[in-house]
């Protein structure tokens, strides 16, 4: 391993890819694994966006494009905003080949060994290996169940430093679906005046599958703090496209150009089968999206109320994503452990919460990306996990 970089020993890497890949393995030795693991979609995505995918290739749209993403495009992007009443310029929008793209240019663009970053805990694992391997501190960000999984904007205002280079928030979050309230928002964004140098990557992957009547609140529609956001989005969870790989920042106009040489170093430009069918998702009906909405809704309700009626679990009703993140106890092990035997002893796929941070421990994620009568399933196999000796 001599000569090789040594923050490549720092970087981390996704547990819910390597509980995916262990389950196809089980499923190839005949096994009838159900998968809670991974965090995709179980929908097709909608028709129409893949006709206007296949149109792209039958036009001729063969070549490589823009390498901040073709201008319909970045224009349905600022189109969807300014809906909202947010004010977003096409030059401000990087489209990129999946969402997690922006968490690594951002990282790149902010991380260095004496940079301190807030990172939600627990929070999505790329943003701590990211920020791992810039060799820059993490600074934790607690996102408790007694909370609701949201933050405390004081506490969070009490650790920048003026070290801090960057906060990164996400709401809803994964792997809690924890939501951040309004309140607590206004509060920071307050507080933030006194750090006009200090940006924030707003994580909003989610914002679109949220529950109980709530309204997702995007931090860009601040005008105080504007300047210092970078939105993150994409088409892989609202239009179930994980697979298309497509996604956005947008980033302040003073610092797009960084972000924008670090893609065409990387990527260049993403398919224009992707960048097409992303503008008629945007444009076209959004009638799937309430409907898929509607059914997460369902099972979350499902999931939370069955797991609190087993005894050593209890699960708070998370306001968005798909994810429901339980605390679940049995004699002493560690929720690696216990994802480990629901795996293997009862081919039932969850991520241990652990390796979403250290305030995860004692928890897992079950994602409810997956057919009813699956989630039905699980509750027996948990229950039966739990009564063994
Ligand atoms: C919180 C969060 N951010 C970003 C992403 C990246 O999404 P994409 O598939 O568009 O790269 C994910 C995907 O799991 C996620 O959960």
């Known amino acids: 391993m001599d000569g090789l970089n040594k923050s490549m020993f720092q970087i981390g ?27 995709q979609p179980d929908f097709n995505t909608p028709q129409n966006i893949v006709e206007a995918g296949i149109k792209a290739l039958k036009d001729g749209h063969h070549g490589y494009s823009a390498s901040n993403g073709i201008l319909e495009l970045r224009e349905s992007v600022c189109e969807y905003y300014s809906n909202q009443g947010i004010n977003v310029d096409p030059g401000q929008v990087l489209i990129t080949p999946g969402a997690k793209a922006i968490i690594f240019y951002t990282l790149l663009m902010f991380g260095q060994p004496d940079a301190e970053i807030i990172v939600p805990n627990p929070g999505f694992i790329a943003y701590k290996s990211m920020v791992d391997y810039t060799g820059a501190k ?50 920071l964004v307050k507080g933030l005046e006194n750090y006009p140098n200090l940006y924030i990557l707003s994580d909003e992957i989610y914002e679109r599958i949220i529950f109980n009547n709530q309204k997702h609140i995007s931090l860009l529609s601040y005008p105080e703090i504007k300047d210092q956001v970078i939105l993150l989005n994409g088409w892989s969870k609202t239009y179930s496209m994980t697979g298309w790989r497509l996604g956005y920042g947008i980033y302040p106009k003073k610092i797009f150009s960084f972000a924008e040489k670090l893609a065409i170093n990387c990527h260049s430009c993403v398919s224009n089968v992707s960048q097409y069918a992303g503008i008629e998702a945007l444009r076209g009906s959004q009638l799937f999206v309430t409907n898929m909405v509607k059914e997460f809704e369902d099972r979350k309700n499902f999931l939370v109320e069955e797991l609190n009626k087993i005894k050593n679990i209890e699960c708070i009703d998370p306001g968005g994503a798909f994810y429901v993140f339980p605390k679940i106890t049995k004699k002493g092990l560690s929720s690696k452990q216990i994802s480990n035997d629901l795996l293997e002893k009862k081919f039932l796929a969850t991520v241990p919460g652990s390796s979403f941070g250290t305030l995860g421990e004692g928890f897992i994620r079950l994602s409810y990306a997956n057919k009813m009568h699956n989630l039905e399933k699980s509750i027996l196999l948990i229950k039966d996990y739990l009564n063994e000796n």
């Open 13 to 39: 890497s996704d547990t819910a890819f390597a509980v995916l890949s262990r389950s196809n393995e089980l499923s190839q030795l005949g096994n009838e694994v159900i998968n809670l693991g991974i965090g």
């Open 138 to 187: 993490i600074i934790s960000l607690p996102h408790q169940m007694q909370n609701n999984f949201s933050f405390d904007a004081e506490e969070l205002l009490s650790l920048i430093t003026p070290k801090t280079r960057l906060i990164i928030f996400n709401s809803p979050g994964n792997p809690t679906g924890g939501v951040v309230r309004e309140n607590e928002f206004k509060k």
